[in-house]
């Protein structure tokens, strides 16, 4: 692309870095960005900054945080003896977005992977032993995603765990709700058999 | 979407409010910023920052601009006396990309739409004839969209031409290069049949 203004070329160029935004997508968004008043176009560079620049993670947990501490953390209404053990803060919104846990949550960063050069060490899995020698927590609840690498990290941090009086449990993992028998994939169908539920549990959830 | 941050959550609404972007690409886009090193986030803020308020429209062509004057118009090997009228920005970075045209550019800012309440006092047709008038301009060549409000803008910007000794023309229109006849509609069919080439002028410009 010829750009007659180096200030919009790089301003297409900043946009393009980001993730899944090709050129044209950029330029799209920068001539967006033009055509609104100059308010609202500065409102957006000035939201950016502030954001990286005032941003924290939560001591705690590792969530992102406006404070020391991140407003889950911090509200006293949460059960501090339960924690959801996630891998993103994508992971955080998801869950929060459901409205129906009420503990805490530890941020790993990442999953095991040695492929991806991922380690153990690299994970925030210290920071979440300590919580759960100091805080009294009664349950750690594993809501990785279903694959290899999750399972793996279950396996590595349970085994930590294990010097702990503390329940260990993961997300239910099987069929979909709304999902069709025929197109789930082998594992899970198995997973889904060998790990049945008494009706009567499943209908009290409803 | 739940949030735990007031910062992120901000952030998350800015990016959202961009054409093209749902919520979840938004938090996609800003957490793909959290995760970059400061410097890269702030470039990214204050770029869009000084883009929108540092860059300026060409006085004389309407395209956007480092200065009071464009770098197409700005530069002396352009031709001044053929002026390719475009309807916006992205049209020039189309044009200026084929490397196929040395002139220099009039962007009118729209085309003349009555349905969506565009009409020719919107539009930079005026400084178009004055330019006319002043720079001695030889051909003008109308670069629109092919549909019936590029046809009527050129229809009545011609009309408004016709005191000036300048010669009039329109990119060509017809079946795309590498495209299939059998698909093409009727109506640029009909008209490139009509508006057929002799085979000498068509292998010369190969």
Redesign the interface.
Same mark, same amino acid.
């Given at each position: 692309?010829?750009?007659?203004?180096?200030?919009?070329e790089?301003?297409v160029n900043?946009f393009a870095?980001?993730?899944?935004?090709g050129k044209k997508?950029a330029?799209?968004? *920068?001539?967006?960005?033009?055509k609104q008043d100059?308010g609202?176009?500065?409102?957006?560079?000035? !939201? #950016?900054?502030?954001?990286?620049? $005032?941003?924290r993670f939560c001591h705690r947990c590792h969530? *992102?945080?406006?404070a020391d501490i991140?407003? &889950?953390c911090a509200n006293s209404m949460r059960r501090k003896d339960m924690i959801c053990v996630v891998e993103? #803060?994508?992971d *955080? &919104?998801a869950i $929060? !977005?459901t409205?129906q846990f009420s503990g805490t949550y530890h941020v790993l960063g990442g999953i095991i992977s040695p492929l991806d050069g991922i380690g153990p060490e690299q994970l925030s899995i210290d920071s979440l032993v300590e919580r759960i020698q100091k805080e009294g927590v009664t349950e750690v609840i594993f809501a990785l995603n279903p694959n290899i690498q999750g399972d793996t990290t279950i396996y590595y941090i349970q085994k930590k765990l294990a010097a702990f009086p503390v329940k260990v449990t993961t997300i239910a993992r099987g069929i979909s709700f709304g999902g069709e028998l025929e197109y789930a994939d082998e594992m899970t169908l198995a997973r889904s058999i060998s790990n049945r539920l008494p009706v009567e549990s499943y209908v009290s959830h409803r």
């Open positions: 692309m010829q750009f007659s203004s180096a200030l919009l790089t301003a900043e870095k980001l993730p899944g935004i997508t330029l799209r968004l *920068v001539l967006h960005l033009l100059p609202a176009a500065r409102a957006f560079g000035e !939201t #950016i900054l502030k954001m990286r620049q $005032e941003i969530n *992102v945080a406006d991140c407003s &889950i993103t #803060i994508r *955080v &919104i $929060e !977005t409205q």
